[in-house]
């Protein structure tokens, strides 16, 4: 045992040493996360609100001016500017002044009072398929909600929907965003900064050396992942710290098993990075390979998409991803309170992830070392 | 003969279809200064490689200490001492730090630490840098650093890399001067250079060209190599005040085999029988028969050999 990790306290010794003697590149790589936190944090609202909408309203009647002010009152729509033609208000849409476009037709308030179906025209810009998608179903509801209240003739409604959101009550984008951002800006900085340590040694010959002592393998990736291990962790609280006290996002869960639960994580990246840098010759190829990670781990890790919807193909790439282990245990518990009963799956996946990446590492790195 | 601590027997070692060592054996024997020799490329490297166990040769085995290459890689490290040109110093680190740090690799602890870090502080001289960084070191006292690291450890074998390659001749003195106190204590040295003088110095000499060895001796035995002084050859000194001027003379001449200068001489490989003649075309020179360089004698094995692959 002492044999396979022989080595460990030296090279972990030297490389807080590093750490210690390069301050610049410490605050950099701890301040950068937080500031990205700040970032993100504050700038991803996926909640549509006030579409800013032209309006055309050939009808000018007082039913036509109720119809707009319940789209006015829903907060999706955000009646901005008035049209006078249709071309008018196509042109409003074309360049960008407004998303969404309601024409009330000239013969609006008749039809109503002649009982023949009034038709009013909603145009939506579908370039993005969230604001198009909540516009139309908006839509569709204040027209649902205007016709029942004239069919029935008391105005009580035969059946109503009291929606009540789950742990996020007040839906907001931070408390579902900040707890996935975690896991992306944790993995950026940590196989960065471990896989520029290892191929730092490379460039400057003193891995050559290390290869002619008694180090072994094992010693000197595990020697190398514990300072950077502590760094990351370190690097975590301050995140949730700022993520509570900034961004006001509730941890339901136990605090202590979240940080738990992040160390396997944590061994994942380590490792991650330990395999890059047995591949990079360079500091700048291991900055590239290091960067071309963060995309899979954003788009496929269910942190913006939800996995459920990809293709089954992408579904599987994202069983590999480690990411995606770390964001479910991260939205558990900060979210919905959940215990390790819920997530000791992804803890173990992770925990064996960890162990394969640093064993493919080492193995990498003695036949390479060779050469 | 004493000991062998050394021993490469028919390393043999293949990278795909690159053969980079070709069937190479030699011995050192215990407390000696073995030099080795050869132009970049030519497997200096790639044999240290294989004998301190970090590749395994495609045939053949060697030696260390009397453990197996091939078997006992992880404890042949803990008994040799390494350093190349590239010094495997944390330029970040202070010279203590340093040296604690490769004391720590090699497994010392507490006081045996503390003690021969002491030693090696004298032996180097490096006591007055101790807290300075590594990288603000000249070159010559990076050296004297990386020296003191590889043998922290006390190892028995110490393999040294290209040692001086772009060394100040004060810090190479140095060096020469530890390595040959240090073999006088029984530790046994491996080394390779680019430079002849350094070779000279050597007690014996490897010669590895195009991935074979193909001489070794003492510097003496190599200068009376049959291979280097062909039949019917002599090894001639032409001293002349513009040896530049008439060297394509002389080596156009009939009976030349090879002619190169020497400071301010020409140093040739004649024919014998062809030397009367040469004395007479060159009035104003003085001629005369000489012992071949260590220099002169790689150069005649190496054309031999670029001959016969002709």
């Known amino acids: 045992m002492r044999r396979l990790f022989r080595g460990l306290v030296p090279i972990c010794r030297k490389e807080f040493l590093h750490i210690v003697r390069d301050p610049g590149t410490l605050f950099f790589a701890l301040l950068i996360p937080i500031l990205q936190l700040f970032l993100f944090g504050f700038a991803v609202d996926t909640n549509v609100r006030q579409i800013p909408t032209v309006v055309l309203d050939e009808s000018q009647t007082q039913e036509s001016r109720r119809l707009l002010e319940s789209f006015a009152g829903s907060d999706v729509f955000k009646l901005s500017s008035y049209a006078t033609s249709p071309e008018g208000m196509y042109e409003a849409i074309r360049s960008g002044k407004a998303r969404a476009g309601i024409q009330i037709p000239f013969d609006y308030a008749r039809r109503l009072q002649d009982g023949t179906t009034a038709t009013v025209l909603v145009l939506v810009d579908g370039s993005d398929s969230s604001v198009a998608g909540q516009a139309i179903s908006t839509a569709t509801g204040v027209a649902l909600q205007s016709s029942l209240v004239r069919v029935l003739p008391d105005g009580t409604m035969p059946i109503e929907v009291r929606p009540s959101v789950l742990y996020n009550p007040a839906t907001r984008s931070a408390n579902f965003f900040v707890p996935g951002l975690i896991a992306i800006l944790l993995q950026v900085m940590t196989i960065l900064l471990i896989a520029l340590s290892l191929v730092r040694e490379r460039e400057r010959g003193t891995l050559e050396q290390l290869t002619m002592t008694p180090v072994a393998p094992l010693g000197l990736m595990v020697g190398k992942m514990i300072p950077y291990g502590v760094l990351a962790f370190g690097e975590l609280c301050a995140i949730l710290v700022v993520m509570r006290v900034v961004f006001l996002v509730p941890i339901h869960g136990n605090v202590l098993l979240l940080l738990a639960l992040s160390v396997p994580f944590l061994l994942t990246v380590l490792g991650i990075g330990l395999v890059i840098s047995t591949k990079a010759q360079t500091q700048a190829e291991a900055f590239q390979l290091s960067m071309g990670t963060i995309l899979p781990s954003v788009f496929l890790s269910g942190y913006i998409f939800l996995i459920e919807n990809m293709p089954l193909f992408f579904r599987g790439i994202s069983q590999v991803i480690p990411a995606t282990y770390y964001i479910q245990i991260l939205r558990g518990i900060i979210l919905r309170g959940a215990g390790i009963g819920e997530l000791w799956v992804q803890a173990l996946v992770l925990t064996l992830m960890g162990c394969a990446a640093i064993l493919v590492a080492a193995r990498m790195f003695v036949r390479q070392g060779a050469r | ?310």
């Open chain 2, 1 to 310: 003969m004493s000991e062998t601590i050394i021993a490469a027997d028919h390393l043999t070692i293949r990278f795909g279809p690159v053969t980079a060592v070709n069937d190479v054996s030699f011995e050192v024997a215990k407390g000696e200064i073995f030099g080795f020799l050869g132009p970049n490329g030519s497997g200096k490297t790639t044999i240290i490689k294989a004998l301190c166990g970090l590749l395994t040769p495609s045939e053949g085995t060697g030696r260390i200490l009397g453990m197996d290459i091939r078997k006992d890689a992880a404890e042949i490290r803990r008994h040799v001492g390494y350093m190349s040109q590239k010094f495997g110093l944390y330029e970040d680190l202070t010279v203590a730090e340093n040296l604690a740090f490769y004391a720590g690799v090699y497994g010392l602890e507490g006081e045996r630490a503390a003690e021969r870090t002491r030693d090696v502080q004298k032996l180097r001289g490096i006591a007055p840098y101790m807290k300075r960084r590594a990288g603000q070191l000249s070159g010559g006292w990076k050296q004297r650093l990386a020296l003191a690291c590889a043998i922290i450890h006390s190892p028995e074998v110490v393999f040294l890399d290209e040692p001086t390659a772009g060394i100040d001749p004060v810090a190479r003195r140095a060096l020469w001067d530890l390595l040959f106190q240090l073999s006088g204590q029984g530790v046994t040295f491996f080394v390779t250079t680019h430079y002849m003088d350094e070779a000279e110095r050597c007690g014996r000499v490897g010669y590895i060209y195009l991935s074979k060895l193909i001489a070794i001796g003492t510097v003496a035995e190599l200068q009376r190599l049959p291979e280097a002084n062909p039949a019917g050859t002599s090894r001639i000194q032409i001293d002349t005040p513009n040896p530049a001027q008439i060297l394509d003379t002389v080596r156009a001449m009939a009976g030349v085999r090879e002619a190169t200068i020497f400071g301010r001489s020409i140093h040739a490989l004649v024919d014998t029988d062809q030397l009367e003649a040469l004395r007479a075309k060159l009035p104003g020179a003085r001629v005369e028969t000489i012992e071949p360089s260590l220099e002169d004698v790689f150069v005649t094995l190496t054309y031999q050999i670029m001959g016969a692959a002709k």
